[in-house]
């Protein structure tokens, strides 16, 4: 199976007896029990996933400028075993267990303040989930996070087992572009943090590319329209895991308005991918093995070339 094939083709690790395994070893053997299991379960996926292996590999490589060695590739699955565990606890027991950093909090409030709803865009980096922590924090705050239930549905249902008030917070991303729209539209009118994922792209998304570790990548576009339609604050969130129990959110705000003329559509949607993908950029090279896309990124627009900004793109998020 080849390391560029899209990401959506993958098959969900391990399914629901892996999955629920580990929730057993998380709930009944405790935090210390299950990370001690990480490592058999790691080394597992290690061996039997060739493709994530070898997308791991390479991406290594273009973040140290050398070839990985299998330890490297073993931390990086290693750590993504972590942050899937640590999903547990925090919907079982809040941030409790963790030490949970906080990085531009105040600048995030601000844009609350204003009363329109803010647009928080994440990556597949560290643990988006810690943001949840947040939430918990601030019971005030709506927070509503899109999410693809059907990529993941074994986890998608341990997780709506553990914490069922999370799943009604979730707005499916696989719904139509319109309907993903009009929800995030009634959320934000509602003074609501609408957080979601900018950095994959489905398989029928119009894609750009942008700079990103030394070659152009291909990143959606449809985040951006919808900022454009929904004219709410855009800040940047990113939520690094540093080991053990630590975690650090940090919180940049983009912009306060993202405005795409339509005579000038492809300029504007550049400047503000390449924005975004510098500051990824910037968090990768903080925390190398965050990040959490085992594919061959750089080639994830096979089935959706990135090109010809049209009529589809209105299509797509209702514009």
């Given at each position: 199976?080849?390391?560029?094939?899209?990401?959506?083709?993958?098959?969900?690790?391990?399914?629901?007896?892996?999955?629920?395994?580990?929730?057993?070893?998380?709930?009944?053997?405790?935090?210390?029990?299950?990370?001690?299991?990480?490592?058999?379960?790691?080394?597992?996926?290690?061996?039997?996933?060739?493709?994530?292996?070898?997308?791991?590999?390479?991406?290594?490589?273009?973040?140290?400028?050398?070839?990985?060695?299998?330890?490297?590739?073993?931390?990086?699955?290693?750590?993504?075993?972590?942050?899937?565990?640590?999903?547990?606890?925090?919907?079982?027991?809040?941030?409790?267990?963790?030490?949970?950093?906080?990085?531009?909090?105040?600048?995030?409030?601000?844009?609350?303040?204003?009363?329109?709803?803010?647009?928080?865009?994440?990556?597949?980096?560290?643990?988006?989930?810690?943001?949840?922590?947040?939430?918990?924090?601030?019971?005030?705050?709506?927070?509503?996070?899109?999410?693809?239930?059907?990529?993941?549905?074994?986890?998608?249902?341990?997780?709506?087992?553990?914490?069922?008030?999370?799943?009604?917070?979730?707005?499916?991303?696989?719904?139509?572009?319109?309907?993903?729209?009009?929800?995030?539209?009634?959320?934000?009118?509602?003074?609501?943090?609408?957080?979601?994922?900018?950095?994959?792209?489905?398989?029928?998304?119009?894609?750009?590319?942008?700079?990103?570790?030394?070659?152009?990548?291909?990143?959606?576009?449809?985040?951006?329209?919808?900022?454009?339609?929904?004219?709410v604050p855009v800040v940047l969130c990113f939520?690094?895991?540093?080991?053990?129990?630590?975690?650090?959110?940090?919180?940049?705000?983009?912009?306060?308005?993202?405005?795409?003329?339509?005579?000038?559509?492809?300029?504007a949607l550049d400047a503000l991918i390449a924005?975004?993908?510098?500051?990824?950029?910037?968090y990768v090279h903080v925390a190398p093995y965050?990040?959490?896309?085992?594919?061959?990124?750089?080639?994830?627009?096979?089935?959706?070339?990135?090109?010809?900004?049209?009529?589809?793109?209105?299509?797509?998020?209702?514009?």
């Amino acid at each position: 199976m080849s390391t560029n094939e899209h990401w959506q083709s993958r098959p969900e690790g391990g399914g629901r007896f892996a999955i629920w395994l580990i929730r057993a070893i998380a709930l009944y053997g405790g935090r210390r029990v299950a990370r001690v299991c990480l490592y058999p379960i790691t080394l597992y996926f290690y061996l039997r996933r060739r493709p994530e292996r070898l997308a791991s590999k390479q991406y290594l490589q273009r973040v140290f400028g050398q070839p990985a060695m299998p330890w490297q590739v073993f931390k990086h699955i290693h750590c993504f075993a972590a942050t899937i565990m640590d999903r547990v606890f925090l919907l079982a027991h809040g941030e409790k267990p963790f030490q949970i950093e906080t990085e531009g909090l105040e600048l995030l409030d601000q844009r609350i303040a204003l009363g329109r709803g803010v647009l928080l865009f994440g990556s597949h980096q560290g643990s988006f989930e810690a943001l949840r922590a947040l939430g918990a924090r601030r019971p005030e705050m709506p927070l509503r996070v899109v999410l693809d239930k059907q990529k993941t549905p074994a986890m998608t249902e341990l997780l709506e087992a553990l914490a069922p008030e999370v799943g009604a917070c979730v707005i499916d991303a696989a719904q139509d572009g319109t309907s993903i729209a009009l929800a995030m539209s009634e959320a934000c009118q509602n003074g609501a943090v609408v957080a979601m994922l900018a950095d994959r792209g489905r398989g029928h998304e119009v894609l750009r590319h942008a700079p990103f570790l030394g070659s152009p990548a291909p990143f959606p576009i449809s985040p951006w329209l919808l900022a454009h339609t929904l004219q709410v604050p855009v800040v940047l969130c990113f939520g690094l895991y540093l080991g053990g129990n630590r975690y650090r959110l940090i919180f940049e705000p983009l912009a306060d308005r993202v405005e795409i003329p339509r005579q000038q559509r492809g300029p504007a949607l550049d400047a503000l991918i390449a924005r975004y993908a510098q500051r990824l950029e910037h968090y990768v090279h903080v925390a190398p093995y965050n990040w959490f896309n085992f594919y061959d990124f750089w080639q994830q627009d096979m089935r959706a070339p990135a090109q010809h900004v049209a009529a589809a793109v209105g299509e797509r998020v209702g514009v």
